[in-house]
């Protein structure tokens, strides 16, 4: 089927899926449970086939990483959901807004939600939002990212294996077909991606009026404050830098330090570095980078740093290069000296270029911070709970990690989300449950109907009333 083809057939497909819905009714808590059960089964029992055909689309990904970070944490968000189905499903009751009335929230299932998956965590990054539109009653399409084609390939058969598809369906094709897929009239879209993409997803989401969820990225900060210990920021830092070579959206961006820190800080990078990855061209725990033209970009912002004035510190390991064409994988690379002018402080880096800039007091820090957009996630490193309040309280991001890095984003019981240009919305546990939920007001009226004969003519002896209720 051609691109214009499948465009063409999308629209159907849409309304088919809403009509199977509206028909069906309501899903039972039963039912839920088997799609989210049918969804982890399809991620356990094909682990091994997945963990390949991602590996082979970056051209070398570590196994280790596909299975913590896309099938083991995918399993935890599905198997969360089915654990807490029942109380999510409770409808809120509210206290009676008068003698023997009642009154309730209760959560509605949306219809067919729409997903954009990213390249990055093909699995994590469709079946976490999954879990909370299957444990809401929806049925779900999957657009996943062409840059992945192997991976999208698998998922699209084995979802065919496990689903009806009616139920959960997998939408192949370039980005001319994201596009279009991005305008279908769902009833709910989530994008995981860039900024500048989110945009367009949004403008075209607009045009049936369907809301959308935005998982999308910026420029998160760390800043290590002067009591902080350096060689803790190092390497909790570097741990999560290094993790599929810093390819994911809550990726450390920068560093801001003490100017006195800087020379400690390098030099630890070089050491914790070289132990935990003695070589990395060889190494099958090294991820490569996804594509040429990523890999290229990437390149592109070192030189341009290096041109403005930037020093750089590979860290390498000793005898390897610190980069190379044939297996594009890149070395993690200090940025010191970086400046705002700089391609590598004005884009998200989404690779293990780490820019460290140099603070001479606390509060230069935070202003840096708060003049540049609200990012998905800040990080701070310091003992002193004073300090880690008074960062929380004059920095605004999606979340807030305190003396680590992205730690958040694998606990179910917090909402995962940006703010500003960072995206809208959240999910994860009971906040992908009502995202992906409406939330009805259900009230009865009392027997004697009293709030209604208020609204009732004439309003002589009600007007009276209700002034002497004000005047009280």
Excluded at 38 to 44: C, H, I, K, S
Aim: with cysteine; glycine share 8%; net charge negative.
């Amino acid at each position: 089927m051609t691109p214009n083809e499948q465009i063409a057939a999308l629209p159907g497909l849409v309304s088919d899926m809403k009509q199977a819905w509206l028909k069906a009714g309501p899903a039972s808590p039963a039912l839920r449970r088997d799609r989210l059960e049918r969804a982890v089964r399809l991620l356990l029992d094909h682990r091994a086939e997945l963990i390949e055909a991602v590996s082979a689309d970056f051209g070398h990904r570590s196994g280790y990483q596909t299975l913590l970070a896309d099938v083991m944490s995918s399993v935890a968000a599905l198997r969360h959901a089915q654990t807490h189905l029942e109380d999510w499903m409770q409808p809120d009751v509210q206290a009676a807004p008068a003698p023997g009335m009642e009154a309730r929230v209760e959560y509605q299932a949306l219809g067919v939600v729409g997903i954009i998956s990213p390249w990055n965590f093909p699995l994590n990054l469709a079946f976490s939002p999954l879990s909370g539109v299957f444990a809401a009653g929806n049925r779900a399409l999957i657009k996943p990212s062409e840059l992945t084609p192997r991976t999208a390939e698998l998922l699209a058969k084995l979802v065919a294996q496990y689903f009806d598809p009616m139920e959960l369906g997998v939408v192949l094709g370039d980005a001319s077909v994201g596009a279009a897929f991005s305008g279908l009239p769902f009833d709910h879209l989530v994008f995981t991606g860039s900024t500048t993409v989110g945009r367009h997803v949004m403008r075209a989401a607009a045009e049936h009026l369907v809301p959308v969820t935005l998982e999308l990225g910026g420029k998160s900060p760390v800043m290590v404050d002067t009591d902080a210990d350096i060689a803790t920021a190092v390497e909790r830092t570097l741990a999560v830098k290094t993790f599929n070579v810093g390819q994911i959206c809550l990726a450390p961006d920068y560093v801001l330090l003490p100017e006195s820190a800087v020379e400690a800080f390098a030099n630890h990078a070089r050491r914790f570095v070289a132990s935990i990855f003695p070589g990395m061209q060889d190494n099958p725990d090294y991820t490569s980078i996804v594509s040429d033209r990523h890999y290229q970009r990437l390149l592109g912002l070192l030189e341009d740093a290096r041109a403005k004035g930037a020093t750089l510190v590979s860290l390498a390991p000793a005898g390897e290069p610190d980069s190379s064409d044939a297996t594009r994988k890149m070395a993690p690379v200090l940025v010191l000296g970086a400046r705002d002018d700089m391609k590598v402080m004005q884009e998200e880096i989404f690779g293990p270029i780490l820019p460290v800039l140099a603070y001479a007091d606390r509060q230069e820090a935070l202003d840096y911070i708060n003049s540049h957009p609200r990012p998905l996630a800040a990080y701070y490193f310091g003992p002193d709970a004073d300090r880690q309040q008074a960062f929380a309280r004059h920095t605004t991001s999606g979340a807030l990690v305190v003396n680590d890095i992205m730690t958040h984003a694998s606990i179910e019981s917090v909402p995962f989300g940006g703010v500003g240009p960072a995206g809208m919305g959240a999910y994860h546990g009971v906040y992908g449950f009502r995202r992906f939920s409406h939330a009805r007001a259900v009230v009865v009226q009392s027997p004697g109907g009293e709030s209604n004969l208020r609204l009732r003519a004439p309003y002589a002896a009600s007007q009276a009333r209700i002034e002497a209720m004000l005047g009280a």
